[in-house]
């Protein structure tokens, strides 16, 4: 299966603070997904993206579907405590599997 | 988003044994997976469940080991066959097409533990 190189691996920040991270594929994909892990339980989905360019925004998390359809990245806007978590992205293939990113851990200091 | 439920929710065996896990969605979904998490890891897709056909696995994974049923488009299981303490992960089901979208939804997961 694929796997896609997500970055940074982990973050540590100073709550009120913005947040990067991307995601890259050596593969196109139709559609990019942004998920938050918390401890015990099953990936919640954040964010959606269906087009390449797509700019898509959740509150304070925005994402974009990259123009080449190997990339995506989100950003979170004044980190809070509760943004804590793992990240992940997904990619769904052309064959329609979605395949996951390495994941990025968060925390927030406050 | 979808609805599912994921049966036991966690459980542990004793090696060379054999788990079934069922995934129960609350409405029809085109498509159903099954993921594996290792501790610490990311999901790894081990298969796509198929309704009425056999399931197709990735690479790494084969139907002696995983076998996986889907009978219907509400319900799929993923039987872990002649555990080993290397099967100890939390096994995920995932629906996504319902409402004719690619969006994908997860249950809340299996942990396994295997001694």
């Known amino acids: 299966g694929q796997q896609l190189n997500q970055s940074p691996q982990s973050m540590f920040i100073q709550e009120g603070e913005d947040v990067s991270m991307n995601c890259t594929s050596s593969?196109?994909?139709?559609?990019w997904l942004w998920y938050k892990q918390d401890p015990g339980e099953g990936p919640v989905l954040l964010i959606a993206?269906?087009?390449?360019?797509e700019l898509t925004s959740n509150g304070r998390l925005t994402a974009q579907f990259g123009i080449t359809r190997k990339d995506s990245f989100l950003n979170i806007s004044a980190s809070i405590p509760s943004d804590v978590g793992i990240y992940f992205c997904a990619g769904q293939s052309t064959g329609n599997q979605f395949y996951f990113g390495t994941g990025t851990s968060l925390t927030v200091i406050p | 988003s979808a609805v599912i439920s994921q049966k036991p929710s966690r459980d542990i065996c004793q090696r060379g044994t054999s788990l079934t896990i069922q995934c129960q969605v609350d409405?029809?979904?085109?498509?159903m997976f099954w993921y594996r998490q290792q501790p610490g890891q990311s999901l790894t897709l081990i298969a796509t469940?198929?309704?009425?056909?056999?399931?197709?696995?990735e690479s790494g994974f084969v139907i002696d080991k995983f076998p996986i049923s889907r009978p219907n488009l509400t319900f799929s299981t993923l039987t872990v066959s002649n555990m080993s303490p290397e099967d100890s992960s939390i096994y995920l089901c995932s629906v996504a097409g319902r409402g004719g979208t690619d969006t994908q939804y997860f249950g809340p997961g299996t942990r396994l533990t295997v001694l």
């Open positions: 409405s029809q979904v085109t498509m």
């Open positions: 469940a198929n309704q009425g056909s056999e399931a197709t696995y």
């Open positions: 993206l269906y087009k390449a360019g």
């Open positions: 593969s196109i994909f139709n559609t």
